[in-house]
Nanobody, 114 residues
Framework: QVQLVESGGGLVQAGGSLRLSCAAS????????MGWYRQAPGKQRELVAT???????NYADSVKGRFTISRDNAKNTVYLQMNSLKPEDTAVYYC????????WGQGTQVTVSS
């Protein structure tokens, strides 16, 4: 079982920045992929970004060039640097970790005011 602890959400004005962090508890299995999803009110949960253990990244088109995902394998931590935030980025952001199983964090609220 892997426990995920997220932090870094909050309220920011449009054009501002936030950095999300997600620390995974020690796992018996190798953490393969780490990532972030988000869910806005009334919308389906969607992929934001993922990063493999080797550092390969994948981004949703809507965040390319504005968000950067990174990870510290020694700390089992994944980060999401969010710049040039827009009101449409407002959502609950969920951290994910894949070992032999997919794990979800509890979510952290990001609110971008116009």
């Amino acid at each position: 079982q892997v426990q995920l602890v997220e932090s870094g959400g909050g309220l920011v004005q449009a054009g501002g920045s936030l950095r999300l962090s997600c620390a995974a508890s020690r796992s018996t299995f190798i953490i393969k992929t780490m990532g972030w999803y988000r869910q806005a009110p009334g919308k389906q949960r969607e992929l934001v970004a993922t990063i493999t253990i080797g550092g390969s990244t994948n981004y949703a088109d809507s965040v390319k060039g504005r968000f950067t995902i990174s990870r510290d394998n020694a700390k089992n931590t994944v980060y999401l640097q969010m710049n040039s935030l827009k009101p449409e980025d407002t959502a609950v952001y969920y951290c994910t970790v894949v070992t032999a199983t997919l794990y979800w964090g509890q979510g952290t609220q990001v609110t971008v005011s116009s």
